[in-house]
């Protein structure tokens, strides 16, 4: 399985970003996928993440409320839909995905595949 992130960019705080992450290769439509994020100096931290039917989504406490995760299997994508951005929120963001997580899994190790980041800086 492949994992390629898009959507970051430069945003004010209090802004909006939509982040996607496309699957290709073998089809990870039964795996649960998750959102990380690293900021410099910073260990990887759990986001949020959704199981493989969409229909049960957990979130990071910094995030609840602000951000929502949502899959679509028929596109082999995951969004992230993030709102009212804090400049705390200033990350590199990965996508990932596994087949022995579940939608409560945060512990980074027990994800398989990753996609390569994609930078999110909010200013102040």
């Known amino acids: 399985v492949q994992l390629q992130a898009s959507g970051g960019g430069l945003v004010q705080a209090g802004g909006s970003l939509r982040l996607s992450c496309a699957a290709s290769?073998?089809?990870?439509?039964?795996?649960?996928k998750a959102w990380f994020r690293q900021a410099p100096g910073k260990e990887r931290e759990f986001v949020a993440a959704i199981n493989w039917r969409g229909h049960s989504a957990y979130y990071a406490d910094s995030v609840k409320g602000r951000f929502t995760v949502s899959r679509d299997n028929a596109e082999n994508t995951v969004y992230l839909q993030m709102n009212s951005l804090k400049p705390e929120d200033t990350a590199v963001y990965y996508c990932a995905s596994s087949s022995r997580a579940g939608a409560t899994t945060t512990i980074w190790t027990l994800y398989d595949y990753w996609g390569q980041g994609t930078q999110v800086t909010v200013s102040s």
């Open positions: 290769g073998r089809s990870d439509s039964t795996y649960t």
